[in-house]
């Protein structure tokens, strides 16, 4: 028995020594590789074509550990990233245009608007932007729209309906399970917990979606218009009649210019480069072009810096990461960049429904302290409400894009309570105590009136911390902030109308914004936080967590799987939360 146990160990041994080597191989390669390894050759006439299934966020990290790179993920260039290619390209001789080939995206409304930006910018070059679809749906017909000709596939279609979401309520199935939540919250529009109080939406609640939806939407029909050269009542018909089902409609209501196949679509990319019908057309992808335009190096004359710090996902304590905002990586962040004698001037990218409230006010407090060194400026991305609004109020000045969903000063307390279960199954809970509060909370018993007056308390505590956050970041009273607050959430549009964004734009006019608070003309840009993650971390991740959401989503389908994580992430908010009501997808 102890030889096996031996040679048990002297294989586990070896196979450990062979897994250190091949990570020291990796490490090495990491650490001393070409910097210009990966960087793509461009050749001459060459078309950009987009495909934003590379991309999933504004910034895909930096890691302390270069191994932890090669397992961060698959993409290693974000929208940011994207954007600054496009704005490349236009000044780029060898490429000749931009085609969007069956584009399909994961982005949210804000990143779309921002690529759709960038396009209308680059066509200002006087090269041209084609899109092509066999089938569009709403969001990436709005982008591909910007394109000077948009062609579809015959029997394709254009799917334009409109904005909604949807909104599910829990009240009947904590019932019926007998686990349930309790609830503390401020603000009459403070919806995150309406699915567990009732089955149906308040009439706040469906007041400020419509409100919200309306506003995105006239961002939407408006840049459509202009490009199609269509009237806002015809959209609105279109909209209404799904005028864009077939590919004949969709051609005779202008949503389209012609009705080709692929093989077509392509032959008139060669006929308009030039290229014969046998030969190749050069492409380069916009991920490799923007990670070949990220790693050249720039001639700017000049040491002075705007450092992007971004900070995006739910906020959370601990270290996080590109889809979580952690204290330890971003407080690090702003440091880092505060103490920096080179670092002029700091924009926060912001993106992000909220989350921990103590986390928030940490996050707060470290912007503060660099507000008072060098001018902060506030970009924000798809979402920047509620945690991810506190984080931002501070700043000297906030931009946001017109379709960035923003606001929602609220708060609220969600505490799992597991009673009527325990009395289904027969258990019963028992408490012995030294004091009259050093029991606590016990998921096993009903809260009492009096332990719903203490959160009720510290509910109401936060909620006046962060409307005078707000009043003092953005020179209001608080009564005024109050007005607007109550969990409201609003429309990049409806906030600067109410005074809670200081302009409609996107990561371009931040900077510009930075530079002038800073009064700086060249600047190099560089991108924060870099995070503190080792290798045991990433495989740990990668590992049996995503084996598990594999499995999942085979099994549920991918809208039962998002109903499946919309709940458990629901379940997982304990103590005070800084949130936006629900995650709000556009359909």
Same mark, same amino acid.
């Given at each position: 028995m102890k030889f096996l146990s031996n040679v048990l160990a002297? +294989?586990? !041994?070896?196979? &450990?020594?062979?897994?250190?080597?091949?990570?020291?191989?990796?490490?090495? !390669?990491?650490?001393? !590789?070409?910097?210009?390894?990966?960087?793509?050759?461009?050749?001459?006439n060459s078309v950009l074509e987009i495909d934003l299934s590379d991309f999933s966020t504004d910034y895909v990290g930096k890691y302390s550990d270069p191994l932890v790179t090669l397992f961060a993920g698959k993409n290693r260039v974000g929208v940011s990233e994207a954007l600054e290619a496009i704005a490349a390209a236009a000044d *780029?001789?060898? +490429?000749? !245009?931009?085609?969007?080939?069956?584009?399909?995206? &994961?982005?949210?409304? &804000?990143?779309?608007?921002? %690529?759709?930006?960038?396009?209308?910018?680059?066509?200002?070059?006087?090269?041209?932007?084609?899109?092509?679809?066999?089938?569009?749906?709403?969001?990436?017909?709005?982008?591909?729209?910007?394109? /000077?000709?948009?062609?579809?596939?015959?029997?394709?279609?254009?799917?334009?309906r409109g904005l909604s979401t949807e909104v599910l309520f829990f009240k009947d199935f904590q019932e019926k399970s007998g686990f349930n939540f309790e609830v503390i919250r401020h603000g009459k529009y403070k919806s995150a917990v309406e699915p567990f109080l009732d089955n149906k939406m308040s009439e706040a609640n469906r007041e400020q979606l419509t409100e919200m939806l309306q506003s995105?939407?006239?961002?939407?029909?408006?840049?459509?218009? /202009?490009?199609?050269?269509?009237?806002?009542? @015809?959209?609105?018909?279109?909209? *209404?009649? %799904?005028?864009?089902?077939?590919?004949?409609?969709?051609?005779?209501?202008?949503?389209? *210019?012609? %009705?080709i196949y692929e093989d077509q679509y392509t032959d008139m990319l060669k006929k308009k480069l030039d290229v014969q019908k046998d030969e190749e057309i050069n492409k380069v992808s916009l991920a490799d072009y923007a990670f070949s335009v990220t790693n050249t190096p720039k001639s700017v004359d000049s040491d002075d810096v705007i450092a992007v710090v971004y900070a995006q996902g739910d906020i959370l304590p601990g270290e996080g990461d590109v889809n979580q905002i952690g204290d330890g990586a971003?407080?690090?962040?702003?440091?880092?960049?505060?103490? @920096?004698?080179?670092?002029? &001037?700091?924009?926060?990218?912001? @993106?992000?429904?909220?989350? *921990?409230?103590?986390?928030?006010?940490?996050?707060?407090?470290?912007?503060a302290l660099t507000k008072k060194v060098k001018p902060v400026v506030v970009s924000m991305g798809n979402y920047a409400a509620s945690g991810g609004y506190y984080i931002a109020c501070g700043a000297n000045k906030i931009i946001a894009e017109p379709n960035t969903i923003t606001g929602s000063i609220g708060v609220f307390g969600l505490l799992p309570n597991m009673s009527n279960l325990a009395d289904k199954a027969g258990i019963d809970a028992e408490q012995v105590s030294t004091h009259a509060q050093s029991a606590s909370y016990s998921v096993f018993t009903p809260m009492n009136a009096q332990m719903r007056s203490y959160y009720q308390k510290q509910i109401e505590f936060v909620y006046d911390t962060f409307i005078t956050r707000v009043a003092d970041g953005r020179k209001m009273s608080k009564t005024a902030v109050d007005a607007i607050g109550q969990g409201r959430v609003w429309s990049g549009v409806q906030a600067k109308e109410n005074g809670l964004v200081d302009a409609l734009g996107g990561m371009p006019l931040a900077l510009k914004e930075a530079a002038k608070l800073a009064k700086i003309n060249e600047y190099k840009v560089r991108n924060y936080p870099e995070f503190d993650k080792t290798i045991e971390d990433m495989l740990g991740a990668f590992g049996v967590a995503k084996a598990k959401e594999d499995l999942l989503r085979s099994e549920l389908g991918e809208q039962e799987y998002q109903v499946y994580q919309n709940y458990r992430k629901l379940t997982k908010q304990k103590g005070i939360q800084l949130r936006l009501p629900y995650e709000v997808k556009f359909n």
């Open positions: 002297s +294989i586990v !041994g070896i196979f &450990a020594f062979f897994l250190l080597l091949f990570f020291s191989f990796l490490v090495i !390669g990491a650490v001393f !590789g070409s910097s210009d390894e990966g960087v793509v050759s461009v050749e001459e *780029d001789d060898k +490429i000749a !245009g931009i085609s969007l080939l069956n584009t399909k995206s &994961a982005l949210g409304m &804000a990143q779309t608007k921002a %690529l759709r930006d960038a396009l209308v910018e680059f066509r200002k070059s006087g090269k041209f932007v084609y899109a092509y679809s066999t089938n569009y749906d709403q969001k990436d017909y709005y982008l591909s729209s910007a394109a /000077q000709t948009v062609y579809l596939n015959p029997v394709g279609s254009v799917d334009l995105i939407w006239g961002t939407m029909a408006t840049e459509i218009t /202009q490009s199609r050269k269509i009237t806002n009542t @015809d959209l609105n018909r279109i909209a *209404d009649s %799904l005028g864009g089902t077939f590919a004949t409609d969709a051609l005779r209501n202008k949503l389209v *210019d012609q %009705l971003l407080r690090r962040a702003l440091r880092e960049a505060r103490e @920096d004698e080179n670092v002029k &001037a700091v924009v926060l990218r912001v @993106d992000s429904p909220g989350g *921990d409230a103590t986390t928030s006010e940490l996050i707060w407090r470290e912007i």
